[in-house]
């Protein structure tokens, strides 16, 4: 978009003399003027970073204002320049999503210009404002929070599974129509999942937390009251996701006496035993138009550590799982989840060129595991497959499977569904 003008030199003239006339080159081109913050960089900041990058946020530090956003302009262009930044893992040509924080070629180039020109200011009465990509999938109001029922510090290095039962609070049936899951200290929150354990696990709730003589309970690779099988999910949060309103009309039930069980899987590795109480908001309305689930999704055998193996020392291992969908039912988001040592994931419906790409994450990146919000639902058929890919780079002297802790891996798909 911005461009700066250089001049070739494509042989060089004998100098003139003394005598000559100077001879000036009136064909060159005008230099083209730089960017500035106000009209240019402003609007694609605010639209692709601010939402990260704000007090509060989960951005290292605030790109609000002039200053702030010109002290760190190389830092910027840098970033932006090599694909780091905005952290938006999905391919493109892969599906469509609301909120979608990539960034075009032409802000990129618009960034690195106004950066290399010094970060001009420009003219402040006509800013140009930006639109904050994520609008759509921000937490409009919360109704509810769930906390922690007291903060908590990981007994167990490196990897410490803890669950809190807490009983849900409304006494008629209810819907959740958004989440918002805040670490209490993402230094060692490695990730959040939200159970639904129904009233009739009560008892079984109240007895393990008797005997368990610190907060909560232990639950190492489960919610432990509730079979697996069994348990269904509210919600989920992995570092760098960002949730939020569900799509307009769809909410997941909830009845009066069920409980909560907050599993936080804290790592120590890296920042050591911090304290932690970690809580999540929740709006609720008492109808919906649609009610919806989350669908974990994997290969169920690589739960029991079977057919999933990354030898040490391989890179591009490749393991893949397909089911037959039961019936027609629609996909409005979803969420890929890996460890350390992976490369890429996918999700699609169907295999091949006619495949539907619901999912495609070429360069998987921890620190940024986001939820897309697809945005158009997309519908699987009865007997249709959905397929799930993952790749890993195993550098380590040590063989990897499936496994809970921070240094095993994981291939999983979370799909936001309904009934079509």
């Known amino acids: 978009m911005w461009m700066i003008a250089l001049f070739l030199a494509c042989g060089a003239p004998a100098a003139p003399s003394d005598?000559?006339?100077?001879?000036?080159?009136?064909?060159?081109?005008?230099?083209?003027?730089?960017?500035?913050?106000?009209?240019?960089?402003?609007?694609?900041?605010?639209?692709?970073?601010?939402?990260?990058?704000?007090?509060?946020?989960?951005?290292?530090?605030?790109?609000?204002?002039?200053?702030?956003?010109?002290?760190?302009?190389?830092?910027?262009?840098?970033?932006?320049?090599?694909?780091?930044?905005?952290?938006?893992?999905?391919?493109?040509?892969?599906n469509t999503y609301a909120g979608d924080l990539s960034m075009p070629a032409d802000e990129i180039e618009t960034i690195l210009a106004w950066a290399e020109a010094d970060g001009p200011e420009g003219d402040p009465t006509a800013s140009v404002p930006g639109t904050p990509a994520n609008t759509q999938t921000a937490l409009s109001r919360v109704d509810l929070t769930l906390s922690l029922p007291e903060v908590y510090t990981p007994q167990v290095e490196p990897d410490?599974?803890?669950?809190?039962?807490?009983?849900w609070p409304y006494t008629e049936r209810v819907y959740v129509t958004g989440f918002r899951v805040n670490p209490g200290d993402p230094r060692v929150v490695h990730h959040v999942?939200?159970?639904?354990?129904?009233?009739?696990?009560?008892?079984?709730?109240?007895?393990?937390?008797?005997?368990?003589?610190?907060?909560?309970?232990?639950?190492?690779?489960?919610?432990?009251?509730?079979?697996?099988?069994?348990?269904?999910?509210?919600?989920?949060?992995?570092?760098g996701d960002e949730t939020g309103d569900f799509p307009e009309g769809l909410g997941i039930r909830m009845n009066p006496g069920?409980?909560?069980?907050?599993?936080?899987?804290?790592?120590?590795?890296?920042?050591?035993?911090?304290?932690?109480?970690?809580?999540?908001?929740?709006?609720i309305a008492e109808s919906v138009e649609r009610s919806a689930w989350l669908q974990p999704y994997t290969n169920p055998v690589w739960l029991y550590g079977v057919g999933m193996d990354i030898p040490a020392g391989e890179s591009g291992v490749t393991h893949s799982f397909s089911y037959p969908f039961p019936g027609d039912y629609l996909f409005w988001a979803v969420f890929g989840h890996m460890h350390t040592l992976g490369r890429s994931l996918k999700l699609t419906i169907g295999d091949g060129a006619d495949a539907n790409c619901l999912l495609n994450i070429p360069a998987w990146d921890f620190d940024w595991q986001?939820?897309?919000?697809?945005?158009?639902?997309?519908?699987?058929?009865?007997?249709?497959?959905?397929?799930?890919?993952?790749?890993?780079?195993?550098?380590?002297?040590?063989?990897?499977?499936?496994?809970?802790?921070t240094g095993d891996e994981m291939c999983l798909g979370v799909l936001l569904m309904t009934d079509p």
């Open 258 to 283: 069920e409980y909560v069980i907050l599993q936080v899987h804290y790592n120590t590795e890296v920042a050591g035993a911090l304290p932690d109480q970690t809580t999540m908001d929740l709006s």
């Open 193 to 239: 999942i939200a159970y639904v354990a129904g009233a009739q696990y009560a008892e079984t709730i109240a007895q393990v937390e008797a005997e368990d003589e610190l907060p909560g309970f232990a639950c190492y690779g489960g919610p432990v009251v509730v079979p697996q099988e069994d348990a269904e999910w509210l919600g989920a949060w992995a570092p």
């Open 19 to 94: 005598d000559d006339p100077v001879a000036v080159d009136d064909t060159s081109p005008a230099v083209v003027d730089a960017p500035t913050w106000h009209q240019d960089v402003r609007p694609i900041i605010e639209t692709r970073c601010v939402s990260c990058h704000q007090t509060g946020g989960i951005g290292l530090f605030p790109l609000t204002e002039y200053d702030a956003v010109h002290a760190v302009r190389d830092a910027i262009a840098d970033a932006v320049g090599s694909g780091r930044m905005p952290p938006w893992g999905a391919a493109p040509g892969c």
């Open 160 to 167: 410490d599974y803890r669950c809190f039962a807490i009983p």
């Open 370 to 405: 986001r939820t897309y919000r697809l945005a158009e639902p997309q519908l699987i058929r009865e007997d249709e497959e959905l397929h799930l890919d993952c790749v890993w780079d195993n550098p380590t002297d040590q063989d990897v499977a499936w496994g809970d802790g």
